[in-house]
């Protein structure tokens, strides 16, 4: 064993000393952006010249690790995310070296609960989901205090909901749709309860840990990163609720079926609007410091920026991508052109 | 005479519980038998469909107007026609009624993109052709190929269905009219990954499975042999040579991913070499595959009789002798089988390739070792994972092709075996 690995050390060195240059652009990330970027890289390389860019699907917070992890061609030139970069890993990314990024925004999403077709149909307030699935519930009316979630049932949650048990299939903690969820149900559902509106102020961070915390007893069963891979389960498991992208509900439409989040079914319309709660913004992010060595870089962002792709009309829109707004998406296409730095201030604001 | 009555009774019962054994066997091997059939034939019946795709006859156009941009007749111009445009006019002509931009958008779905690149490069190699109108098998996007393979898919509810009824309608008229035709899918066997069922291959996962393996078997095999020999032919017998045969063992027994973090914290994270190339899946894959050919080797040492090395011996060759002139060639087919299982369980292989970013979208059919590529178990994993219809047919394609490569190397594993193999 001593010999063979020495002898591997050996090769690899011999290859690695001369230098490899990369013609093709890498682009890692969140795996709900994965089906979009895949079209836009293909058409990308039948129309431009240029070499087909590679994507792998490895989760919002997997791609932005990797994306953070310095400037080089062994590092990847793009990465997706269904959620915004948060500063830490603005900083992460500048400890780096990689401090000249550009944000695009390219659409909007939103997240669907959803279970099989032959199960019951569901109207969810953002408070059940909260009180169904968050780790830590109020044990008082107002939400001063809480208590490790004692709920099994729906019913007891909410009284008019059926008295099946809670089984929710989602995705695990790397993935963007988790983020967005914890942020966009779980907490806003958080928010109903006066007390814990007023922790806020108080306390951020205990506020942050409890408010945004997916229980771990049992009833939420984390899936991977593989969206197909839920909706097969809820069509095995009639009983289950499934959390998932909007663009899997709409090609999968045979075999799952939609629960109203506060009144409102994801659809396309309510989406873009704004009216259906759980809902939140695509994204990718460019090392400007590639684009001038990595051949392709800009045209590809042209692409993914162009009205024909991402426009209200466009072939993404067909694909599941619910389009910004038209000055929304021009300021972007601009963004992507001059290659415009992200400013990490932006989001200390918030 | 009571003895004898006990020996009487006490035989039937031995004799019932060893019918009920067999039984058991039998059962054992019929349960066994029967899922791997289930499961053959469901990837079968699946997979055999992706085997084949669906063309619909058009008349086809090729407008001058719409292909000379600008008036010197340029070959850049036929570049950039819009020949998406030239295939929804050959479309209308067929449904001359239809007018409503909508509807028309949603007829020229019927024909997949790709033969939109395909007219291009027929009207470059014959410029002839602008003005003509010629009658084409195109291929029907995967929609349709769905629906076409799937005739029981017309009956469940539209909104359950991949195409609305007046989309159906306008695909039972093109058949009525005998305009649409299956053809063997050659798409499948020329072309790498793509976002359109109809257009997605395996090719592109072959080539890349094939230097992954070439890379492995380069660096796996004369390594493994040659610790194989040493440690059975040369090495004293002392603790350290027994320290090391343990964590052989051992190493073969280890999880496939471990070999995938190690590939990624040394060959990706030292030696900076580059993400999803084959040479660093096949580097990986090498390290996993060592302690098998290792074993092997050793194994099919062994079961040379010592009585050749001592006639060897005996007279007057040496140890180095000894081992390449009789030892080596005696064994080779035993090696030679080893290595084989070994490269079959490295082809079949897919989650220490996860850790070093082989599992990636690739459209471009590898052409080296330092492109980046998938290899055939990825490539499954991806189509499964993919929202489209259409690609439920090319996951069981590709696990048939998967399946036959490994029934053919493990094949020529028995083949070897019992040819050359020597019995003492």
């Not at chain 2, 055999?48 to 008349?59: C, D």
């Amino acid at each position: 064993m001593k010999k063979s690995s020495l002898a591997i050390v050996a090769l690899a060195f011999a290859f690695s000393t001369e230098s490899i240059a990369r013609d093709q652009i890498k682009i890692v990330g969140s795996s709900t952006v994965y089906p979009f970027a895949t079209v836009v890289a293909e058409r990308f390389g039948k129309t431009s010249g240029f070499k087909t860019p590679v994507i792998e699907s490895t989760g919002s917070g997997g791609g932005l690790k990797l994306f953070c992890k310095g400037l080089g061609t062994e590092h990847p030139d793009i990465t997706n995310a269904s959620r915004r970069i948060k500063s830490k890993e603005v900083k992460k990314c500048s400890k780096n070296g990689v401090t000249d990024i550009t944000e695009i925004k390219v659409g909007f999403d939103g997240i669907a609960m959803a279970n099989a077709k032959s199960g019951p149909m569901l109207e969810l307030s953002l408070k059940d989901i909260y009180l169904a699935l968050a780790k830590d519930v109020p044990a008082d009316p107002e939400g001063n205090t809480v208590k490790p979630n004692p709920y099994k049932m729906w019913n007891e949650v909410n009284p008019a909901l059926p008295a099946a048990p809670i089984v929710v299939i989602g995705p695990p903690p790397t993935s963007g749709t988790r983020d967005a969820f914890n942020e966009l149900a779980i907490e806003r559902g958080c928010k109903k309860f006066p007390g814990r509106k007023a922790l806020k102020k108080k306390d951020k961070k205990l506020y942050k840990s409890q408010c945004r915390s997916v229980r771990e007893d049992g009833p939420y069963v984390e899936a991977g990163e593989n969206d197909n891979l839920i909706i097969e389960k809820l069509v095995a498991d009639p009983g289950a609720l499934g959390v998932f992208g909007y663009s899997f509900l709409d090609q999968n439409r045979d075999k799952v079926k939609a629960a109203k989040v506060d009144g409102v079914f994801p659809e396309f319309e309510a989406i873009s609007s704004g009216k259906y709660p759980v809902s939140r913004s695509l994204f990718f992010y460019i090392k400007n410091a590639h684009a001038s060595v990595i051949p392709g870089i800009k045209e590809y962002v042209r692409e993914f920026t162009s009205a024909k792709a991402i426009g209200s009309d466009g072939y993404l829109v067909s694909k599941g991508l619910i389009p910004l707004g038209e000055s929304e998406r021009a300021q972007f296409e601009k963004d992507g052109k001059n290659l415009a730095k992200f400013d990490g201030k932006v989001l200390n604001k918030k | 005479m009571n003895n004898l009555k006990k020996i009487e009774y006490s035989l039937k019962k031995r004799k019932r519980q060893e019918s009920r054994f067999k039984i058991y066997g039998l059962l054992g091997i019929a349960t066994a038998v029967s899922f791997l059939c289930i499961i053959l034939s469901s990837i079968f019946m699946e997979g055999k469909k992706a085997f084949l795709s669906t063309y619909i006859k058009l008349e086809v156009y090729f407008d001058p107007d719409i292909i000379y941009t600008s008036n010197d007749q340029k070959e850049e111009d036929i570049k950039f026609a819009n020949f998406q445009k030239i295939i929804k006019n050959s479309l209308n002509s067929f449904f001359p009624e239809i007018s409503d931009k909508g509807e028309l958008r949603k007829l020229s779905n019927f024909i997949s993109s790709s033969e939109e690149e395909n007219l291009m490069k027929l009207v470059l190699k014959n410029k002839q052709l602008v003005g003509q109108k010629i009658t084409l098998w195109l291929l029907a996007s995967s929609k349709i190929d769905v629906i076409n393979k799937n005739p029981d898919m017309e009956l469940i509810a539209e909104e359950d269905r991949l195409i609305s009824d007046l989309e159906l309608n306008w695909l039972n008229e093109i058949r009525s009219a005998n305009n649409i035709k299956s053809n063997f899918n050659k798409n499948f066997f020329v072309k790498a990954d793509s976002t359109e069922p109809e257009q997605a291959g395996i090719w592109g996962s072959l080539v890349g499975s094939f230097f992954t393996l070439f890379v492995t078997l380069i660096l796996s095999f004369p390594i493994a042999v040659a610790a194989g020999v040493f440690l059975e032919e040369l090495a004293p017998k002392n603790k350290f040579t027994d320290f090391i045969e343990v964590n052989i063992n051992n190493l073969a027994a280890v999880p496939s991913i471990i070999f995938g973090l190690l590939g990624l914290a040394i060959f990706l994270n030292v030696m900076h070499l580059p993400r999803s190339a084959p040479i660093v899946g096949g580097m990986v894959l090498a390290l996993m595959t060592l302690p098998t050919i290792i074993i092997a080797t050793r194994a099919s040492l062994k079961a040379v009789p010592p009585s050749i090395r001592e006639a060897a011996i005996g007279l007057g060759a040496t140890k180095f002798q000894t081992v390449t002139h009789h030892v080596l060639p005696l064994s080779l087919p035993g090696i030679l089988t080893g290595t084989i299982i070994g490269m079959s369980q490295a082809l079949g292989e897919s989650a220490p390739l996860l850790m070093i970013g082989m599992v990636a979208f690739i459209v471009d059919v590898p052409g080296s070792f330092l492109d980046s590529s998938t290899v055939l178990p990825v490539q499954i994993y991806l189509w499964k994972s993919t929202a489209a219809r259409g690609f439920v047919e090319l996951t069981a394609a590709g696990v048939m092709v998967l399946l036959s490569f490994l029934i053919l190397m493990n094949g020529i594993a028995v083949f070897i075996r019992q040819k050359f193999e020597k019995k003492w």
